[in-house]
């Protein structure tokens, strides 16, 4: 299982991530290895690999008959999450979720580094460029860096918001990049699009 996992994972994010540093792909190789490394640490350490759920239809289950879950599913439900989301995000292996959210990491990063250096932005002004074009996931509770429209999102909406971003980017990428300018945040113009229905 961990074979096929690593493997599915390096055929997806290998050739991403030799075009996202602009490297070859024997150096997103390594680059890759480095970071699976990295997520197995992270989830063993975490101990996601032995939770007390193994996928969505069990954390949908436990909500019915444990406080502590329905109380969650209730949450993140009042921020637009379905069955369906629950199933997609918590269906997979801990290691893929990890990975994606590792993905996720990077790119801001670039983007933070290449605001900061090559156009000579101020951290502050670049951590506001960034969460413009960039989801942040999290508990929505958690308003330490961001309040209202612009705080977290949970996790569960992970693959709903990237089917949404390419359909945008492969039908069209001009209203799209104009419509962002709109909000503070993508995070808030996510909630406004579910809001709308069309997310």
């Given amino acids: 299982m961990y074979l096929d996992i690593k493997e599915k994972l390096m055929n997806d994010y290998v050739p991403l991530l030799s075009k996202l540093m602009n490297i070859s792909e024997e150096e997103s190789q390594v680059q890759f290895e480095d970071m699976f ?88 002004e670049a951590s506001k460029l960034v969460r413009k074009f960039h989801v942040y996931f999290g508990s929505p509770e958690d308003t330490k860096f961001a309040s209202g429209e612009d705080r977290n999102l949970p996790f569960e909406l992970k693959n709903r918001i990237n089917n949404y971003i390419n359909r945008r980017i492969n039908t069209d990428p001009e209203v799209y990049a104009t419509e962002l300018q709109n909000f503070t945040s993508f995070n808030a113009f996510v909630r406004s699009k579910i809001k709308e229905g069309v997310l």
């Fill in 37 to 124: 490394n990295d997520v197995v640490e992270e989830s063993v350490n975490g101990s996601t690999h032995e939770l007390e759920f193994t996928d969505g239809g069990q954390l949908i289950l436990l909500g019915v008959f444990n406080p502590k879950y329905k109380v969650y599913l209730n949450k993140i439900k009042e921020e637009g999450v379905t069955e369906k989301d629950i199933h997609s995000w918590w269906d997979m292996e801990d290691y893929e979720r990890r990975m994606m959210l590792k993905i996720d990491d990077l790119m801001k990063a670039t983007l933070f580094i290449k605001a900061t250096t090559d156009d000579g932005m101020s951290p502050e």
